[in-house]
């Protein structure tokens, strides 16, 4: 099973730079670029299918929408910073029906210095497991992720993106856009002129998963966020994102997440439950 990080996905300004400790995500992804940078121990990682074990000075650059999840040790120490192809519009544009043959590549010490002097400003703020670092000014921004790319760049290898992935990303398109309504299969089909049976192929083919298990992991994942965030009802909650009645939405939340809505707002995790 894995998850789609919306907020990773939305803004045409997005930009998240994060210190962690000790990290771990189960298999998910995102529209963002995600640049990964070991500063302490190790990381075990996958990105589409294929295994990383990367350590102090080793990065990662994951291309959008790649599947990809990471498990450290006790003592590893990451920066990450997820971002939108308009901060580095020409490698975007130049990269757009590639994909690379290896995520992992490593940082140069001249770049390493650049980088943590304009994104890892700690302020000397004590590090528990992680901290949303300060975003540069647009001009350093800029200048360190087209460095992160030209760096990548230099050494990856590139082939053509699978047919189906065009696909996979309008599909993923129409979910973000339509998630708060009564959507099917069929009727994304229509919408996108493409063959009912073709579409459900391409989703079991390439994400092995089915339309309606995505999209409810995507209603799951923007109603765990209001949960959390806001005071709205449950139920109020339950129909924004699109599902049918308040008991649908407590079955598949509960199914998906592993928790019930109520035990999200009362910060009780899976692990907490008696």
Sequence with gaps: MFSHQYKNSIGDDLYNGYWYKNPAWKLHYHKGYEFVWVLKGELHATVADKHYLLRQGDALFVTPFALHSYTTDACSELFIAVFAGTHVSKFASATADKEPLNAKFTISSPLSEYLYAQMIALENA????????????????????????????????????????????????????????????????????????????????SLGIRFRTLVNQYRCERAKDMITETDMPLSVIAMTCGFQSIRSFNRIFSEITGATPTDVRKGVSPNQKP
């Design 126 to 205: 004590p590090l528990k497991s992680h901290k949303l670092l300060k975003k540069p000014s647009p001009y350093a921004l800029k200048s360190c992720l087209y460095a992160v790319c030209n760096e990548f760049a230099a050494t990856a290898e590139w082939r053509d993106k699978k047919t189906n992935d065009d696909l996979v990303f309008k599909i993923i398109s129409y979910i973000e856009q339509h998630y708060t309504e009564n959507i099917t299969l069929s009727s994304m089909a229509n919408e996108l002129s493409y063959e009912y049976h073709y579409i459900s192929r391409v989703l079991r083919e």
